[in-house]
């Protein structure tokens, strides 16, 4: 279902948004204590720089917004509808999965920040050079 060439791929794997060859990170486990930020400066593979200007990771504060309102009406929708937990409860549940999820939501804002700005160049996949 997932195939290299698509958006999707990109920003859930963390992979490099133009030839999708490589992770954009040092560590892929976003978990790894010290690790959430830490970003190759350039694809090893087709050479695109990731940090297209100072700060521009910055942007993708914006995206996590939309990826956190996202997480918090799946769990909304999973406890309060489907389970049919109390207010208070879901309240919790959407609080506890923010905390726990948040390198992943970092992560993910992250990536599809980039790919908004770069899209996928298969010429790139298969060349060594940009
Ligand atoms: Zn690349």
């Given at each position: 279902?997932?195939?290299?060439?698509?958006?999707?791929?990109?920003i859930l794997t963390g992979s490099?948004?133009?030839?999708?060859?490589e992770s954009?990170?040092?560590s892929?486990?976003?978990y790894k204590p010290g690790h959430l930020f830490r970003m190759h400066e350039r694809c090893g593979?087709?050479?695109t720089k990731y940090k297209i200007e100072p700060s521009f990771f910055y942007g993708a504060m914006y995206v996590s917004y939309g990826v956190g309102i996202a997480f918090a009406v799946a769990v909304f929708v999973i406890a309060k509808l489907l389970i049919g937990?109390?207010?208070?409860n879901t309240f919790?549940?959407?609080?506890?999965?923010?905390?726990?999820?948040?390198?992943?939501?970092?992560?993910?804002?992250?990536?599809?920040?980039?790919n908004i700005f770069m899209?996928?160049?298969?010429?790139?996949?298969?060349t060594n050079k940009a």
């Open positions: 279902m997932l195939k290299k060439g698509n958006k999707l791929y990109s490099c948004p133009k030839c999708q060859q954009m990170y040092v892929k486990n976003p593979h087709c050479n937990t109390s207010l208070i919790i549940a959407i609080v506890a999965t923010m905390v726990v999820f948040m390198p992943v939501i970092i992560r993910l804002s992250r990536n599809i920040w980039i899209k996928y160049d298969p010429k790139a996949a298969v």
